[in-house]
Structure formats: C-alpha cells, structure tokens
C-alpha cells in the first residue's frame, strides 16, 4: 500500500466520521425537513444514505449492488448509520482491498476510482444533512479536493431527468468548495 492509497483511506474514514457527526446531529422532529435532494425529506434522505453505505459494502464484497427496493427511515436512523458505517470502514481496511478492481456499474473498476465515487456520495449526502438541520460541515479540505475532482471530471454537466442528478446549479460568489462541488451535483446553495 502506497502513502497516497493510505492517505485517500485516511481522508474517507475521516468523511465517515464527519457524516456520523453530522447524523448524529439529527433530532426526531427535523426527519421531515425537507432536504436539497429533490423530493425527499431528511428521513428519506438518511434512510438512503444507510441503504447506500450497506451497497458499498456489498460491492466491496463482490456482491452486487442492489437499488431498486426503496429504502426504509430506521426507528434509529443513527444507529444505521454509524452500523452501515462501521461494516464499510472495515470493508476498506481489509488487506489487499486497495489493491483490488472492484465491480461498478457492471465492469471490472480500480478501488482507488471506487473509492473515489464513495467519497463524493459521502461528503456530499452530509452537505445534505448539515444544511437541512442549520449545521456547518467540517470536512476536510483534501477531501473536498478529491471529491470535487473526481465528480468534475466523471460526471457530465448536462443530465437528463431520471439520471440521479439535476443539472448544475449556479454557487453563489465566495461559496467554499464544499458549496461549489454541492452546485455542481445540482444542489441550490
């Protein structure tokens, strides 16, 4: 394992965390808050953001993803989260995982480019949270570097209805990196 794959995993573990605070941060009565992801409120969005942790694990284990049942608000959404959380940092640190190729989106894919995708969904689904409940995430920067870099350059800008995403949203000037790479992914900052 080179210092750059350490750090990327360094930087991920640290996003975990940061989402896990910010989750953590949730009171019962702010569920049905309506989130910056279009149509879904802050239940939907946590139960998501769990439902979508337990796929990556199963991707990192070989198995495949599996999107199509809806997801469902936990009676504890915070304990979800730190649980799917938990199985997916020790996914990562398994030896030789870093290493690997891993299935994505049905073809043979470097971990690091895994890595990568998981990165941005993690960062930017806690952008979601922390603004639906008033809060300021404390990312680190390298992280939102790293995230911003991989979705500029993998995601295209024009996205038809359906793809996941909304077109890319204008920041407002002097917006943090974080808020530049939320407009992109289609968020109203």
């Known amino acids: 394992m080179d210092e750059t794959t350490l750090d990327e995993i360094t930087l991920y573990d640290e996003a975990l965390d940061e989402t896990g605070r910010l989750v ?5 009565d702010q569920l049905s808050r309506p989130s910056p992801c279009t149509g ?7 139960a998501h953001l769990t439902t979508s942790l337990r796929q990556f694990t199963r991707q990192l284990d070989g198995l495949p993803m599996d999107f199509q049942a809806e997801p469902e608000v936990a009676a504890d959404p915070v304990a979800a989260y730190h649980e799917s959380a938990a199985a997916l940092r020790a996914a990562w640190h398994q030896p030789g995982r870093l290493e690997s190729e891993i299935t994505m989106f049905g073809q043979p ?3 690091a480019t ?3 995708w998981q990165l941005a969904e993690i960062l930017l689904h806690g952008w979601d949270v922390a603004r639906t409940i008033g809060q300021q995430p404390g990312y680190d920067d390298a992280a939102v570097a790293a995230a911003a870099g991989f979705v500029t350059r993998n995601m295209p800008t024009e996205r038809p209805p359906g793809s996941g995403f909304q077109p890319p949203t204008e920041p407002p000037a002097g917006a943090s990196a974080l808020d530049q790479l939320a407009a992109f992914s289609g968020r109203v900052v």
Do not use: E, I
């Open 109 to 111: 894919t470097p971990a």
């Open 40 to 46: 879904w409120d802050l239940g939907r969005l946590l």
């Open 114 to 116: 895994v890595l990568a």
């Open 24 to 28: 953590a941060a949730v009171t019962a």
